[in-house]
């Protein structure tokens, strides 16, 4: 059974990761039905997205009938059956094996059949996810990188059911949206954060152990390795509580001490410094603006 996807819905959508992936939808020319549970969430990722493709076309990114074609391509809707409509649904909702679970059986009773299901999860088995939910065949990984809106690399990962065509069609959906793809295993991490993640950590120890500053490990790592973010923002951009949480995923499985949740992480997380999302992580933040605004 073939897919042709024209619509995309994201489910999540009034989050961070959701409101990007549905501006890299948009963005391409899909027709992209933006869910979340919370009509509050949506209108703050309306007026966030706005503001970036405001910000994009005073870059000279965009001109003015793409962006008016951009914002076109979008409906917000907090009434799921709207995702109905859709031929590639992906939730970037809260890092839960259950809440997921539970979404995808409720995405099975409104999406026809030939409806593909993709999790943005990087610490979820897909194979676990798509357990039960009545199209096992038809569910794959499709992990983007934050901010969702500015990088290009999606980690696709099927699980043990996925279906070689659900994959084809997936990683042809990446092309078309202007994305680079990239085939991984259903593990824990996949590609960028089984790396990231000890290196991170190995950033929060440097700095509790008061080898350098924040600010001066950011500035080292951007000039001397030519990351365009530092590691310090970009865990404020991704959220020390994310972090923790991909630590506990990644210790048990790995082994790793490198990958085991460093003593300041867990005081920065207990403290509420989560990064951009509370105005407070390794550096403080004014507004509530969605990043490359």
């Known amino acids: 059974m073939s897919t042709e996807i024209r619509t995309v819905g994201v489910a999540g959508a009034g989050g961070t990761m959701g409101a990007g992936i549905a501006i890299v ?6 027709s992209t039905v933006a869910y979340d549970v919370k009509a509050a969430a949506l209108e703050r990722a309306r007026r966030q997205t706005e503001a970036f ?9 965009l001109t003015r009938e793409e962006l008016d074609l951009i914002v076109g391509n979008f409906v917000q809707t907090t009434n799921l059956g709207d995702l109905g409509a859709c031929d590639l649904v992906i939730e970037a909702v809260f890092e839960d094996l259950a809440t997921k679970q539970q979404l995808f059986e409720a995405l099975h009773e409104v ?11 990087s610490t979820l088995s897909i194979t676990e996810l798509a357990a039960g939910c009545g199209r096992e065949d038809r569910v794959i990984g499709m992990h983007f990188c934050l901010p969702a809106q500015l990088m290009k690399l999606i980690e696709l990962s099927p699980g043990l059911n996925t279906s070689e065509e659900t994959f084809e069609a997936a990683w042809a959906w990446c092309e078309a949206a202007g994305q680079t793809p990239v085939r991984t295993q259903d593990r824990p991490g996949f590609i960028l954060n089984a790396l990231l993640v000890p290196f991170n950590n190995d950033v929060i120890r440097a700095i509790e152990a008061g080898v350098a500053s924040p600010a001066d490990i950011d500035r080292a790592i951007k000039a001397g390795l030519g990351y365009r973010m ?3 923002e970009l ?20 082994l790793d001490p490198r990958a085991a949740a460093p003593p300041l992480l867990r005081r920065m997380v207990a403290a509420g410094h989560l990064g951009r999302k509370t105005g407070r992580g390794f550096f403080r933040y004014e507004g509530n603006a969605m990043f490359g605004a």
């Open 25 to 30: 939808a948009a963005r391409a020319g899909f």
């Open 53 to 61: 493709l405001t910000k994009s076309l005073e870059r000279g990114k």
């Open 111 to 121: 999406c026809p059949e030939p409806t593909i299901l993709a999790s943005n999860t």
């Open 230 to 232: 530092g590691p310090c």
């Open 235 to 254: 865990l404020d951009l991704i959220g020390l509580d994310t972090q923790l949480r991909l630590c506990e995923v990644f210790f048990p499985v790995t």
